[in-house]
């Protein structure tokens, strides 16, 4: 699958994020950062008179958590309250010492708070739009009908490396090698005896210079005009690429059988979650008023789906 829409809007930097949650949130408080009932969520810590609470714990975790180092459970729970504990004591100090004034630290509450909105609002819309039908018209969609009768070519090659495609003695020599060993092939020699013994790549020198099974698409150019324009057996003439000169035999050729939606399943409901996420961005971009602050020209329109 090839297609997929525009990216999102990047997410906040997740330690980052960690550490304006924790600090607009507790900087200078005295009791727990999130309140909720002390049974459902037990004090795990409590720094200078500060609670600490399972749900901040938790918090951390989800924003943060899959950056830390690969760790069992109870050592990377353990991590992470380690992390708000120092969070809540340098915020505690830093409050002590009036290090930062009040609107900035209202700003970076704000920006981590819609951050948070943001992301949460993706989620559910991704989560609600995957839906078995969805995910079944997506796979027809990018998978089935792209790949109606597409055709796909067994392709050997010989290939003869230069480095650099301005350097017209090294472009020489490397052809000198290649007409020698189309030369062999014409003559009769299995061309995958020809590879084992002069090809100069190391990927498929090895498997007697197999390229395996590609589409069009697949291909560079100028493997493709000749490829496709081959019988069964045919060795092409020489071929020149911008890293060498190739020649390809055809093995054989195909209709493309689709992968099975079970295979990639997965895949396809991620892009049906992040195609409805891109549509409500877009959507909303365009349906909202929006003013570009210029100095020189006063406000202006930001441009729509940008």
């Known amino acids: 699958m090839n297609v997929a829409p525009a990216p999102l809007p990047r997410p906040i930097n997740a330690m980052r994020s960690a550490m ?13 950062a999130f309140s909720q009932a002390a049974n459902a969520d037990p004090v795990v810590a409590i720094v200078n008179g500060t609670q600490i609470h399972e749900s901040d714990v938790q918090l951390v975790d989800e924003i943060i958590g899959r950056n830390l180092p690969s760790q069992d459970r109870v050592e ?7 992390m708000v504990i120092d969070t809540t004591l340098l915020a505690q100090v830093a409050n002590e010492r009036k290090i930062i004034d009040d609107a900035d630290i209202q700003r970076r509450i704000t920006f981590a708070r819609n951050q948070g909105l943001m992301n949460h609002l993706l989620m559910v819309v991704g989560q609600q739009a995957v839906t ?15 790949a109606q009768n597409e055709v796909e070519l067994h392709l050997r090659h010989l290939v003869f490396l230069f480095r650099d495609p301005r350097d017209d003695a090294a472009v020489k020599a490397a052809e000198d090698k290649a007409e020698k060993a189309l030369a062999r092939v014409k003559a009769g020699e299995d061309f995958a005896a020809v590879v084992a013994d002069v090809s100069e790549d190391p990927v498929t020198k090895a498997k007697g210079g197999d390229f395996g099974w590609r589409t ?18 045919d060795v092409s003439p020489l071929i020149k690429t911008a890293v060498g000169w190739h020649i390809i035999q055809l093995e054989d050729q195909r209709v493309r059988k689709p992968v099975e939606l079970d295979k990639i399943k997965d895949r396809v409901a991620a892009m049906v979650a992040n195609t409805a996420q891109f549509e409500l961005v877009k959507k909303t971009r365009e349906t909202a008023k929006i003013e570009l602050m210029d100095r020189a020209d006063g406000p202006k329109a930001a441009p729509q789906g940008q």
């Open 132 to 146: 078995d039908d969805a995910i079944r018209k997506a796979y027809e969609d990018v998978v089935l009908k792209p």
């Open 216 to 233: 069009r698409p697949e291909m560079g150019k100028e493997y493709a005009e000749a490829a496709f324009a081959m019988k069964n057996g």
């Open 20 to 32: 304006a949650i924790c600090l607009g949130v507790m900087l200078g408080t005295a009791g727990p």
């Open 76 to 82: 990377r729970r353990d991590s992470i309250l380690k």
